[in-house]
T-cell receptor
Framework: DQQVKQNSPSLSVQEGRISILNCDYT??????FLWYKKYPAEGPTFLIS?????DKNEDGRFTVFLNKSAKHLSLHIVPSQPGDSAVYFC??????????FGTGTSLTVIP | EADIYQTPRYLVIGTGKKITLECSQT?????MYWYQQDPGMELHLIHY???????EKGDLSSESTVSRIRTEHFPLTLESARPSHTSQYLC????????????FGPGTRLTVL
């Protein structure tokens, strides 16, 4: 059974607006969460992470929010830019063990 | 900046051929991983290694094998390729410590005819 789920396969947003990508997980032992960005025919690129002791982490235009009680995390991109168009994967792990990945959300930012 | 390399980037071969996908990293990371990913699907872990001479199978059953003779090198071998092996193969590495990310290579797109 999939432990990390991204229920929205795709998302379209106007340039300059906020993009919100969501991720749910089932394993309450997960304590480290990451977001990756992936272009076709390339490997994923690390974007931002958050540990379970925090509920928010910010890096420039990217902010990740973690709601442990709901087992939910989200990635906010503000403002969205056309270059942000890619597939975004969330991943989760228990401390330094293997990561479990979601199926990805394809973001399209419309100029 | 991550320095992890994969060759070849693209490979088209016929059924029954033996292939080796190369992965090297220059970061001195002990942990290395191989994932298989198809469009619209999650990354599936097929092999991992936590150091030299240490290899384990991941959650996704795979007919491939790996070796880890040197820290920087983690090749994946398919003894007899089949069309079902057509996929993107991603190599990653990770440093020691509790909270750090995996760095990914550019991937190998394998097509078996």
């Amino acid at each position: 059974d999939q432990q990390v789920k991204q229920n929205s396969p795709s998302l379209s947003v106007q340039e300059g607006r906020i993009s919100i990508l969501n991720c749910d997980y089932t394993n309450s032992m997960f304590d480290y969460f990451l977001w990756y960005k992936k272009y076709p025919a390339e490997g994923p690129t690390f974007l931002i992470s958050i540990s379970s002791i925090k509920d928010k982490n910010e890096d420039g235009r990217f902010t990740v929010f973690l709601n442990k009680s709901a087992k939910h995390l989200s990635l906010h991109i503000v403002p969205s830019q056309p270059g942000d168009s890619a597939v975004y994967f969330c991943a989760a792990s228990v401390i330094s063990n293997q990561f479990y990945f979601g199926t990805g959300t394809s973001l399209t930012v419309i100029p | 900046e991550a320095d992890i390399y994969q060759t070849p980037r693209y490979l088209v071969i016929g059924t029954g051929k033996k292939i080796t996908l190369e992965c090297s990293q220059t970061m001195g990371h002990d942990k290395m991983y191989w994932y298989q990913q198809d469009p619209g699907m999650e990354l599936h872990l097929i092999h991992y290694s936590y150091g030299v001479n240490s290899t384990e199978k991941g959650d996704l059953s795979s007919e491939s094998t790996v070796s880890r003779i040197r820290t920087e090198h983690f090749p994946l071998t398919l003894e007899s390729a089949r069309p079902s092996h057509t996929s993107q193969y991603l190599c990653a590495s990770r440093g020691t410590g509790l909270y750090n990310e995996q760095f990914f290579g550019p991937g190998t797109r394998l097509t078996v005819l």
